[in-house]
């Protein structure tokens, strides 16, 4: 088994790959946290000209900083100055295992590299139609690019995207604990609330950071939640999330499958709204939540047009023997709405009755039991960190606006940069 241990105190081995050369003719270095990596490779390489160094995902490492990110057994590409980043044979390096699934919008491998064998879940999206001008390409990837920007724990993290030819690539990391839906369809009964609440919990969470960063999934639906572990389905990350939303920003319709459309709101069945709206996927979430709760779908018909009929002009109904509160029935209608003028926002969820308390828990959790002053030499750190000031028994709790998280609060009377704190 390889060690992938991250970088240590002492330093890690890494192979060096000349980009566009033999796999033959890789090199191993030892390099340390205070490693000059661009000399060091130069001089064990031979090589008398100016040079870029690249990580295994393709991105340019520009100064010895980013060597932290460098983890055991990992790859570096060398590529002379004057040359661009060979993604064809960054792509060669990788062996394909075997097909992971296939979409509306392309097919997913595992793929092994072959040096390193560490593995990743490569997606090949055709783009061929599309692609007229080089205009068209440089839009595509710079969608593409917005993509790599979103991390969160309960969403895949995107190793790098690039395009070759006539195809947009994104690498991901490989999850091996198969799909939510697998996970609902091997169980005698659906979930309870409680199991439930917890499971949309944390796919509201993931969510709403998807919308912060001015994304929207488009395609979300249980095929797209992976599990880390097949028997936890806690342990859940979101696939998927912007290509749907960067294929129609460039010009590629709208793709909707047999999978997909049981999924699909009727704003969008109807072209009435074909923009990457967040209340896409608040319908996307109702329709997960009633499949957690029912183990079937809502508006399931035994043809697509009749579920597309279904999806437009039926009310939601649940099953006769299934016993649930009338809180999680009332949300989920909210979530189903036909008017997304009147769906539920992320905000309205969260504050429902039947799940406001598992965030009420989170905040209780993240106050601070212990108060330290915070200081700032920047006169503009408050508006910067877009705090608010709160009294709350004669302590200040600063709220980040952004993420509702709790800072560490401040003593009434204490005295910051910026002045003494007080009440009013």
């Known amino acids: 088994m390889e060690d992938f241990n991250s970088f240590s105190e002492t330093g890690c081995e890494i192979y060096v790959i000349e980009n566009g050369g033999s796999i033959l003719n890789y090199k191993k270095l030892f390099i340390q946290k205070n490693s000059n990596l661009y000399s060091k490779v130069q001089k064990n390489l031979g090589i008398q000209g100016d040079i870029y160094i690249y990580d295994k995902n393709g991105c340019r490492i520009d100064c010895d900083d980013d060597l932290r990110h460098l983890r055991n057994k990992d790859c570096v590409y060398v590529c002379p100055k004057e040359r661009d980043f060979n993604y064809e044979y960054f792509l060669s390096m990788y062996s394909k295992k075997s097909q992971l699934g296939q979409g509306g919008y392309g097919s997913v491998y595992l793929l092994e590299h072959k040096l ?10 055709d783009i061929s139609e599309f692609l007229k001008k080089a205009g068209d390409i440089q839009k595509a990837h710079r969608e593409a690019q917005l993509m790599l920007k979103l991390t ?20 991901m990391e490989y999850i091996s604990g198969g799909e939510l839906k697998k996970c609902i369809a091997k169980r005698g009964s659906p979930f309870s609330e409680e199991v439930a609440k917890k499971i949309m919990k944390i796919l509201i969470l993931a969510i709403e950071h998807m919308h912060s960063q001015n994304l929207v999934h488009r395609d979300l639906k249980l095929e797209n ?16 999330f912007g ?51 029912t183990k079937e779908y809502p508006f399931s018909c035994d043809s697509d047009y009749k579920t597309y009929q279904s999806i437009i002009k039926d009310s939601i109904k649940f099953p006769r023997r299934t016993m649930l509160s009338k809180e999680a029935r009332h949300l989920n209608k909210a979530l189903l709405a036909k008017d997304h003028i009147h769906r539920y926002t992320i905000t309205d969820i969260k504050s429902h009755p039947w799940i406001s308390k ?4 989170d905040e209780q959790q993240m106050k601070p039991n212990f108060f330290e002053e915070i200081e700032s030499n920047d006169s503009d750190f408050w508006e910067e960190e877009k705090l608010s000031i709160k009294p709350n028994n004669r302590r200040i709790v600063l709220r980040d606006k952004t993420c509702g998280l709790l800072r560490p609060a401040l003593r009434i009377g204490a005295t910051t940069k910026l002045g003494k704190l007080h009440t009013s």
């Open 225 to 240: 939640i992976l599990l880390i572990d097949e028997n936890d389905p806690f342990s859940m990350k979101i696939i998927d």
């Open 116 to 125: 390193t064998k560490q593995k990743v879940a490569a997606k090949f999206v």
């Open 152 to 171: 969160h724990e309960n969403i895949v993290n995107l190793e790098t995207v690039f395009i070759l030819k006539n195809q947009v690539i994104i690498f």
């Open 358 to 361: 598992e965030f009420e828990d």
């Open 243 to 293: 290509i749907s939303g960067l294929l129609t920003k460039v010009g590629i319709g709208e793709k909707i499958n047999a999978g997909t459309i049981m999924y699909c709101p009727p704003e969008v069945l109807t072209k009435k709204k074909l923009s990457s709206d967040p209340k896409i996927d608040i319908w996307a979430l109702g329709i997960i939540m009633y499949v957690l709760l």
